[in-house]
């Protein structure tokens, strides 16, 4: 019978999601939803004391959604992710012996750094840019987005801070932005930006290099007003960990030379920030 070797088809799909947890296959009205791996750690193994996070790092779409509807220039550009973040994050993992959590789908699909209810969680326009593929998704497909991307990342993340709560102080999420942004040249190279928690943001601006190489802003150029704070107040806040959104500007870091440059200057500066704020009792 054909429906006997559907289910045994889904059966043998379910057991590949809990071999494979971090690759999501969903059940839709259509058939299987086919995601890919929707979120990577690396360096899992702690104790550690900080975690970084980089939700924008990939501009995989899954399969079954074609192209969206949209150009390979759009898919190649920061709409769809955060170009060189995921660069510069892997960079400071392994100088700071941080794990490492990173998405493994463009923000076009599903942006983990928004919850299911935002608009931008699912984006109909992303700057000049309609998402053809998002106009008008049916519940069902909402739904299997938020099933299939959102929770397995949050799930991710949420698991290694469970894991690691006693040596774990500080949270960082990395990001890139745009240097024009609907025709504006933008000024600030390098974003320091808080949700709730504005610790160690603070603490950072109060330490910046000496004769820094950057143009450094705090809340730009974005701020938690434009909803851009979500991992670090519904994943750091409530373990009590310092957390920082560092947001750089993308022209910054094309190359492996401006990359390993803006790694000099992150790594020793988020470390040094974290020892004066811990022998100020802060962590
Ligand atoms: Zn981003």
């Not at 296959?25 to 979120?39: A, K, N, P, R, Y």
């Not at 974005?222 to 009590?240: K, N």
Request: aromatic share 6%.
């Amino acid at each position: 019978m054909w429906w006997i070797l559907y289910r045994k088809i889904i059966d043998r799909l379910r057991s590949y999601v809990e071999i494979f947890p971090h690759a999501s296959l969903m059940e839709s009205q259509g058939g299987i939803l086919d995601f890919g791996t929707v979120v990577h750690t690396d360096m899992a193994d702690g104790p550690f004391s900080v975690v970084l996070v980089c939700e924008h790092a990939s501009n995989r779409i899954p399969e079954y959604l074609g192209d969206m509807g949209l150009s390979a220039d759009a898919l190649q550009s920061h709409i769809a992710w955060d170009p060189g973040a995921l660069a510069i994050a892997k960079l400071m993992a392994e100088r700071m012996q941080a794990p490492l959590v990173h998405g493994g789908v463009s923000r076009l699909v599903y942006d983990c750094n928004r919850p299911p209810e935002a608009a931008g969680a699912m984006p109909v326009r992303s700057e000049d840019y309609q998402i053809p593929a998002n106009a008008d998704m049916s519940d069902q497909e909402r739904k299997s987005r938020i099933e299939g991307i959102y929770k397995p990342f949050i799930a991710a993340l949420a698991g290694l801070i469970a894991d690691n709560r006693t040596a774990l102080e500080l949270m960082v999420t990395i990001h890139s932005f745009t240097p024009v942004y609907h025709g504006q040249r933008r000024e600030v190279e390098l974003g320091v930006l808080h949700g709730v928690d504005d610790r160690f943001a603070q603490a950072m601006m109060v330490s910046t290099p000496d004769d820094p190489p950057f143009v450094i802003r705090l809340n730009e150029p974005y701020s938690a007003a434009d909803g851009v704070a979500h991992t670090l107040d519904a994943q750091a806040l409530p373990h009590g960990l310092l957390n920082v959104m560092i947001e750089i500007r993308n022209d910054l870091i094309q190359t492996p030379e401006q990359q390993e440059a803006m790694a000099d200057c992150l790594v020793p500066w988020i470390v040094q920030t974290l020892a004066e704020l811990k022998k100020g009792g802060a962590a």
